[in-house]
């Protein structure tokens, strides 16, 4: 990973008025590389998206895309740079084949080699046998995979994925998934923003975690997960217990425990592993308390995103077919609203 | 420094930006149709109620008919409401997102706008025309020659492509496309009502008349009945060339004005 970075953003801040959507971003990625950008409603990630692809200015700081200024030469920039926003951005009443030719053409490619590139992209995505019905009949997760199909035509280095997997079903989120391993093979640098954890567990190599306009915490998933030391403590109990609970595990661990909003359930990291939970097991005894479960295990990112912002964790359940036996898994969303 | 997009590189995104508005008026042939018959109502509805009664104040040079005066102040009225269009366009694609892909590709700045506008114009063109296919069937007969007539159409497109910047400029100001269908017709309304569209304005009273004598509706209708009319159907003291060259510098003036604005609109999207 010695490559020069095909991403860097140095000190980027945007205001709307009062909200200061970006403080001071910075990111670098290498390329090659599936970088995610995890948060909740509101946190920045379109908006750091939009000043990445020339869109928005900021008022301060400095971006560069394929070695390119965005914000001194964003015409050259945009040569480099693919963006699938956070809605697809697709023609009703095109065709599909209709709706990636034209991107195609707009990237300044001449009529036979944007139809020869729609036909493979078509192909590639699955969409070869709908290319030629109007868009408005297609379904949600097809509309995104004709938009991400778009952003692709030109070929760019870098390709902006705005939460591709938002809104759709689990069979669709799936394919889209394929596919964005599959540029990867074929050495498109992408960022992606998503608000769901296990997506950005499985997908991404590297991570930034942005809350507030500010990113809070970048590393490998296992980074992240590590430095809430190598364990977490998990207990389940009821509401009356509870703030004896958290009282024995502050102690403890000497550090404060987090409220799953959700279940209820206190986790707080575990600085000795086993002999933590040992103590804490022992605390809990001597107070008489006898939780309904309680246990060590890794942490996961639902922990990190907890443990670094307290927000809640909404609960999604994705049917996840690419695991074994096609078994119902749990995916996990936050936001501080829903959308 | 932003590169400079080669003028031919500006032509061919726009014509690409062109074809696809376009290409929607034809999946969706409706949209043609319902834009038809709101002119097509107000073409019998002042023909056949008002007419009668409009009728005997209109100059001799209608041939006697109200069709003959009406004709040319629609093809203004129409070019005028159409235009909304371009506003309605722009606010749908800026809220699904279509203009920030635009954006965020290599094309020439200009061709979201240009290529907005020139599509509109078409299809504007396409309207005013089944409209005067309408008019034609239920009486209405041009004065002059034919070239009269297609001289007329020419200046009920170029203000119809004028006010499509006005409406650009609406439209990227507004920016939500449900607020953006009553904002179009706020400027439009008063132009066409408070014009020589429907009667002579020498009817009006002398305030209102100040104001409809001088605004571009009342110039571009008249430059149209001289055309298809003849001199004999403009005001006392107006000339037919005089009439059309008032028209052209009023469309030539307002896309002086409103491009810039339009185009300043566009780049400071967010
Ligand atoms: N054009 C705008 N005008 C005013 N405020 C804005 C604008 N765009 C974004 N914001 C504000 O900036 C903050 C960051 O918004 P942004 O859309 O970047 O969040 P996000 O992380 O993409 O959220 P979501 O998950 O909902 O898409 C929010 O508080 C938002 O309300
Ligand atoms: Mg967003």
Redo the contacts between chains.
């Keep these: 990973m010695s490559e020069r970075p095909i991403v860097v953003a140095e000190g980027i801040t945007k205001r709307f008025g009062d909200i200061v959507a970006l403080d001071d971003v910075d990111l670098c990625i290498e390329p090659g590389m599936i970088y995610g950008l995890l948060g909740p409603n509101g946190a920045g990630k379109t908006t750091l998206i ?1 000043v990445l ?4 200015r900021p008022e301060a700081g400095r971006a560069e895309v394929a070695g390119v200024d965005v914000l ?5 920039a ?2 480099h ?3 699938a ?5 697709v ?1 009703d ?2 065709t599909g084949r ?1 709706n990636v030719e ?2 195609g ?4 490619l001449d009529a036979r080699e944007a139809k020869r590139r729609t036909a493979e992209i078509l192909e590639r995505i699955g969409l070869a046998d709908a290319a030629d019905r ?1 868009v408005r009949t297609y379904s949600g997760g097809m509309q995104r995979r004709l938009d991400l199909a ?1 952003s692709m035509v ?1 070929e760019p280095q870098v390709l902006f994925l705005d939460e591709p997997t938002t809104g759709i079903d689990p069979k669709s989120r799936i394919d889209i998934w394929l596919l964005i391993q599959d540029l990867i093979a074929r050495g498109t640098t992408i960022l992606l923003t998503t608000q769901y954890l296990d997506e950005a567990d499985r997908l991404a190599d590297r991570l930034a975690v942005i809350d507030h306009g500010k990113v809070i915490s970048e590393g490998t998933a296992d980074e992240l997960k590590d430095r809430l030391g190598g364990a977490v403590i998990e207990v389940s109990v009821g509401d009356d217990v509870r703030p004896q609970v958290l009282e024995a595990l502050r102690s403890v661990c000497g550090e404060e425990p987090k409220i799953d909003p959700v279940n209820g359930s206190v986790t707080v990291a575990a600085p000795d592993g086993p002999r933590s939970l040992t103590r804490v097991v022992l605390a809990l005894d001597e107070a008489g308390i006898v939780p309904d479960d309680i246990g060590l295990r890794k942490p996961t990112l639902d922990d990190v995103f907890l443990a670094l912002t307290g927000h809640v964790a909404e609960e999604i359940t994705v049917a996840t077919e690419m695991s074994p036996g096609n078994r119902k898994r749990r995916g996990f969303a936050f936001g501080r609203s829903e959308r | 420094m932003t590169t400079m997009a080669s003028p031919l590189r500006a032509a061919r995104d726009t014509s690409v930006i062109v074809r696809r508005n376009l290409l929607r008026n034809v999946r969706l042939p409706q949209l043609l149709v319902f834009a038809t018959v709101q002119p097509v109502m107000f073409l019998l509805l002042f023909n056949y109620v008002f007419g009668g009664a409009i009728g005997r104040a209109i100059p001799p040079a209608a041939g006697g008919e109200y069709i003959n005066w009406l004709i040319p102040g629609l093809l203004i009225q129409v070019a005028a409401f159409g235009a909304g269009q371009t506003a309605l366009g722009l606010t749908e694609d800026l809220s699904k997102g279509v203009i920030d892909r635009f954006r965020s590709l290599p094309m020439a700045r200009s061709a979201v706008l240009a290529g907005r506008t020139f599509a509109d114009v078409i299809r504007n063109g396409a309207v005013i025309t089944l409209m005067l296919v309408v008019g034609f069937l239920i009486g209405f007969r041009w004065q002059t020659n034919i070239l009269g007539m297609v001289g007329g159409l020419a200046v009920a497109m170029a203000f119809s492509f004028s006010m499509s910047w006005v409406m650009a400029l609406i439209g990227l100001t507004v920016k939500n496309p449900e607020a953006v269908q009553s904002a179009v017709f706020i400027p439009v309304f008063p132009l066409v009502f408070a014009s020589s569209v429907f009667v002579p304005t020498e009817t009006m009273p002398s305030w209102l008349r100040a104001f409809a004598d001088n605004q571009p509706v009342t110039a571009m209708t008249n430059a149209i009945r001289g055309l298809v009319l003849g001199e004999g159907a403009l005001p006392v003291g107006h000339t037919v060339a005089g009439d059309v060259l008032t028209a052209l510098a009023w469309a030539a003036g307002i896309l002086v004005v409103f491009v810039p604005l339009a185009v300043r609109a566009y780049r400071r999207i967010t």
């Design positions: 939009r692809t020339t869109l928005l001194t030469d964003p015409q050259e945009r040569r740079l693919g963006l926003g956070q809605f697809a951005a023609d009443y095109l209709e034209m991107v053409r707009l990237y300044g109007t778009a030109g």
